[in-house]
């Protein structure tokens, strides 16, 4: 049973790239959650998503950010014109559909711009 | 953003030696969670807790749910060298967003 996916692990953008982080959740997990975490500090809540739609999108910021899980395929973080700031590392975690207070964290995608 | 108090910021101990930390807020939650983080991955959860006063063990790993629940505590006991990482509380409610303390760094001498 495969945990949770993530990928790339490491991406490298560009000032004003654009970069897509992809999650894929453990099998029969419906629910997924992305955080970033800068340096040294921790996890920070930036949207929570169950299939094509979101539900709390409370901690994205309100430009350059935007998330999505579809029907099928991966859940996708999409940050457009990215700037040295959102240099980081994002996780993905799932959880299932009636445990929705445990979740289960992928690797995580270090996001570098340069 | 609701924050949540992790202590110590970090711990050098030597191996064999039983390991304290907890986790403070402000807000109460019906959801405690504790997690550990290797360098370079992401954290993987320790023991999840439902119910204020529970008392949950994972070998030699013990948290404990605040009876205010407004705290949680995590226990280590006789510590070994693979016990080295970052460990993180996570208080919630159900259907809703978890907030993650700043995280306590433990060290351990051989």
């Known amino acids: 049973n495969a945990g949770v996916m993530q990928n790339p692990r490491h991406l490298v953008r560009r000032r004003g790239q654009e970069a897509r982080l992809r999650c894929s959740p453990m099998?029969?997990?419906?629910?997924v959650y992305w955080y970033r975490q800068l340096p040294e500090e921790g996890l920070k809540f930036m949207v929570y998503?169950?299939?094509?739609?979101?539900?709390?999108e409370s901690g994205m910021p309100k430009e350059r950010f935007s998330a999505e899980f579809p029907k099928e395929g991966p859940s996708i973080l999409r940050i457009q014109q990215v700037v040295r700031g959102d240099s980081a590392a994002y996780f993905c975690?799932?959880?299932?559909?009636?445990?929705?207070?445990?979740?289960?964290f992928g690797p995580g995608t270090r996001l570098t711009v340069l | 953003g609701q924050q949540l108090n992790q202590s110590p910021q970090s711990m050098f101990i030597q191996e064999g030696e039983d390991v304290s930390m907890n986790c403070t807020s402000s807000?109460?939650?019906?959801?405690w969670l504790w997690y550990k983080q290797d360098p370079g991955e992401g954290p993987v959860l320790l023991i999840a807790?439902?119910?204020?006063?529970e008392l949950t063990s994972n070998g030699r790993l013990t948290a404990q749910f605040g009876i205010t629940r407004k705290d949680s505590f995590l226990n280590i006991s006789a510590s070994i060298p693979s016990d080295v990482g970052i460990y993180f509380c996570?208080?919630?409610?159900?259907?809703?967003?978890?907030?993650f303390g700043t995280g306590t760094s433990l060290t351990v001498i051989p």
């Open positions: 807790l439902y119910k204020a006063g």
């Open positions: 996570a208080g919630g409610n159900t259907g809703n967003q978890f907030y």
């Open positions: 099998k029969g997990h419906s629910h």
């Open positions: 975690a799932s959880s299932p559909r009636d445990r929705t207070d445990t979740q289960y």
């Open positions: 998503l169950q299939k094509e739609n979101i539900i709390d």
């Open positions: 807000s109460i939650f019906n959801t």
